[in-house]
């Protein structure tokens, strides 16, 4: 019969305002929520709640710095929060209190239907909210309820033991008595304020108007509502006094509804129901049979009312029927207005009986859903007893379990006892190792005592030998000069210009993006979109080491001075740094936002390290340490970094086309040169340390001087397309060759002293994206898109 129910009150106690009168905002720049109809105010906030029962509601909270109590408003029918906001922002500034109101499920922009459970989700709801999302305590809440609004209000103060107050306006003792002055609570009946207003504990205020049409004034009395907040703060003392002296003032109250002592309700559901199935039905059996009685007591009420309505209008009528000369026109508008009347009794009569039937109808299936749910009760039970079976099987084997545990525990206290002789034994060994070991350093002294005197025949011998060899060398001399290199010294070969490719090899997946040689070696080092980086034998073609820790693509590679450590810089925002004898990864530098696009490292130390990414900073890294020492923060982008000789300053080449030299140690920038009308791709410094090449994506390579920053050869040809904003172009090791890549696949060689084009080689069938020449011989190595390697010669 629940079903009934809630459709009884939805078309009867219902009607939220149709169409809404406001709509929910939210504001594009600074996602403030607001209603339509108002402007934002700092002080109040509108939200959107879920309840239990899968709809969202909304609420208003307006806040008074000055408020001690928080009021939970809910509204009446036929009204929503865009007609109630003004109101809400005056209840705030008299009364000094914090206001949250909230339109029920179905009303204004709420979604859902209203129905009596609703709305008492929806009051949850909103209660909850002030005491999760406001810290607002029971005891700080007092509750308003307007007519309607007074349902769930009741409700939830029946519930809360602790609650500041509450205040009722307009309320109704219940539903069915807003209708028919009935004396006793019936099953069908909603908001039976009357059987739950006993079970508030706080001071409860009632507010009517004596003009009220809707709700009879004998449904409560009349109080101030600023003389009650100011009550309500005072202590319980001054509370009691306060109450005293109001009812001596307090008219007396005609009718009896409001004194009638509080019943229990007849309604089904709120009774526990029998444990047997017999008990059930019987109970349904008896609430059916209520229900019919109470719908055939409406149907004699209403056919008694339009008998009297038939008896008090039948002498009007006789009266009409005899001729009305002498009465004149204006009785036969009566008579025609009375007819009309009746006419109008009847098709009430109609529609009620068709309600009737419709509810009749509802209640049966209202019945077959019972009986449903008595089955899916069954369910469970046997569900139940499965699971009670599953425990005690689960009970068993926890028994054996745990005999199996105080074995283990036996066989452990054993175990702990012959571990004790062994650390007894131990102990007793490790003496005797001291001993040994004293007895070993005393023959250890006599042998180095011996090995000393080795030592110093050794030095004698040698001392002999490069007193000889001065004399060889004295004899071997060139137009009256020694010649000698000094430790450390590099041959370099004057560079010859490679025509042929030696090797082709498929290094990456997707692409090989950097390529650079070791120090003073022939081994190529590659990293590409595969997230691999690999060294290889230019010799023998042949792969030597893969590198792999890698989370993202390659852009950009390093190597220290001294070939100990290999740098990346990745798409994954991120540096990693692998030891070269290991490959194993040393350090992952995180502090970069976006990818990391180039990266350089000292020639001089090898623990300074500078990195560039696309967040519009480059960083100063320490690599023994493995952290950041300084951050530089710049509008431009930079593609490409490179370190000078003196291992203190580096260059950048950068988006806006200039080209800048920078301090490591103090962050600031020492000169800045515009070196390209668009996007600087490659910095390049040669082995020497004097000459600067800079590439970009106007397809020019600039040479600059380093003492002077002064443009000393500008290389351009008609064919040469730089293919990214990463292409890497180099200078060879005797400064004579200038070597570029092409979007083409080809790879451009000029001379340094003429500008002319030494050779254009062709072996690549994608854009060539990176080129690099050895240290100490004439090998050349370029990347393309495809991740293909070609290494001249």
Not at 113 to 120: G, H, L, R, V, W
């Amino acid at each position: 019969m629940g079903g009934v129910t809630s459709s009884v009150a939805a078309k009867l106690a219902f009607f939220p305002p149709s169409p809404p009168s406001y709509e929910v905002v939210t504001e594009p720049e600074s996602g403030v929520v607001r209603l339509s109809r108002y402007p934002h105010r700092e002080n109040v906030e509108v939200l959107r709640l879920p309840t239990r029962r899968g709809t969202e509601i909304v609420a208003l909270y307006v806040r008074n710095p000055m408020a001690a109590f928080t009021v939970l408003y809910s509204h009446g029918n036929a009204a929503d929060l865009g007609q109630m906001y003004e109101l809400f922002l005056e209840l705030s500034i008299h009364l000094r209190i914090n206001l949250l109101g909230y339109d029920y499920s179905g009303y204004g922009q709420s979604s859902g239907k209203p129905s009596e459970q609703n709305t008492y989700a929806d009051i949850e709801t909103a209660y909850k909210c002030l005491i999760e999302n406001y810290g607002a305590k029971e005891e700080e809440i007092i509750l308003y309820g307007q007519s309607v609004g007074s349902g769930p209000t009741v409700d939830l103060a029946a519930r809360l033991p602790h609650l500041r107050a509450i205040m009722l306006h307009s309320p109704i003792l219940s539903g069915l008595r807003v209708m028919y002055p009935v004396k006793r609570t019936y099953w069908f009946d909603i908001y039976k304020n009357i059987d739950k207003i006993s079970l508030v504990n706080c001071p409860v205020l009632v507010i009517h108007g004596t003009s009220d049409e809707v709700v009879d004034f004998s449904h409560e009395y009349l109080k101030h509502l600023k003389k009650f907040i100011a009550t309500v703060e005072k202590s319980p003392s001054q509370r009691s006094t306060w109450r005293k002296s109001a009812e001596q003032f307090e008219p007396p109250r005609k009718s009896t509804d409001c004194f009638e002592p509080s019943r229990k309700s007849t309604d089904r559901r709120e009774k526990s129901r029998p444990s047997t199935e017999k008990s059930r039905s019987k109970d349904q059996r008896s609430s059916e049979e209520i229900g019919r009685a109470a719908i055939k007591r409406a149907i004699r009420a209403l056919r008694k009312r339009h008998l009297l309505e038939e008896v008090a209008h039948a002498p009007a009528i006789n009266a009409l029927s005899r001729p009305l000369v002498a009465q004149g026109l204006e009785w036969k508008e009566k008579a025609e207005n009375l007819e009309l009347e009746l006419q109008q009794c009847y098709k009430a009569h109609t529609r009620l009986s068709e309600q009737l039937v419709v509810e009749i109808a509802e209640c049966r299936e209202s019945k077959a859903l019972v009986q449903e749910k008595e089955e899916s009760i069954n369910n469970l039970r046997n569900d139940i007893s499965l699971a009670r079976e599953e425990n005690l099987q689960i009970k068993q084997d926890l028994d054996e379990k745990t005999n199996a545990l105080d074995l283990l525990m036996s066989e452990n206290r054993s175990l702990k006892a012959q571990l004790e002789e062994i650390r007894l034994k131990l102990n007793k060994t490790e003496t005797e190792n001291k001993d040994l070991i004293d007895r070993w350093m005393l023959e250890k002294m006599n042998s180095a005592e011996k090995l000393n005197e080795v030592n110093a025949m050794y030095e004698d011998m040698m001392q002999q030998l490069k007193v000889s060899s001065i004399e060889q060398l004295a004899r071997q001399q060139v137009d009256g000069i020694v010649r000698q290199r000094e430790a450390g010294y590099v041959d370099h070969v004057e560079s010859t210009v490679p025509s042929s490719c030696k090797h082709t090899i498929h290094a990456h997946e997707g692409g090989c993006g950097s390529i650079l040689f070791q120090y003073n070696s022939d081994k190529l080092i590659s990293g590409g979109q595969d997230r691999t980086v690999k060294i290889w034998d230019t010799k023998s073609g042949t792969l030597s080491s893969t590198l792999h820790g890698c989370l993202g693509s390659l852009l950009d590679l390093a190597i220290t001075h001294d070939n100990r450590f290999i740098i990346a810089a990745s798409s994954s925002n991120n540096l990693y740094v692998w030891e070269t004898s290991s490959g194993r990864v040393r350090h992952t530098l995180t502090g970069h936002t976006d990818k990391v696009c180039a990266v350089d490292a000292s020639k001089v130390s090898s623990r300074n390290l500078v990195s560039a990414a696309y967040d519009h900073t480059m960083k100063v890294w320490d690599l023994a340490k493995g952290y950041c020492t300084n951050t530089i923060i710049f509008q431009s982008n930079c593609n490409s970094l490179s370190y000078t000789m003196d291992g203190h300053t580096f260059c950048s080449g950068h988006v806006d086309g200039n080209l800048r030299i920078w301090d490591s140690r103090m962050g600031k920038v020492v000169s800045e040169v515009a070196a390209h009308s668009q996007a600087v791709t490659s910095i390049y410094v040669s082995q020497r340390g004097n000459l600067l090449l800079t590439s970009g994506r106007d397809n020019l390579h600039n040479l600059f001087d380093l003492r002077t920053l002064e443009i000393c050869g500008t290389f351009r040809a008609n064919g040469n397309r730089v293919a990214s904003n990463w292409s890497r172009s180099c200078i060879s090791s005797d400064e004579n060759c200038v070597v570029a890549g092409s979007a083409d696949g080809s790879i451009y060689i000029w001379s340094r002293l003429n500008n002319n084009m030494l050779s254009i080689l062709e072996g690549h069938s994608s854009p060539v994206l990176s080129c690099a020449y050895s240290g100490p011989g004439n090998t050349l190595a370029s990347a393309d898109k495809n991740g293909n390697l070609c290494i001249w010669c």
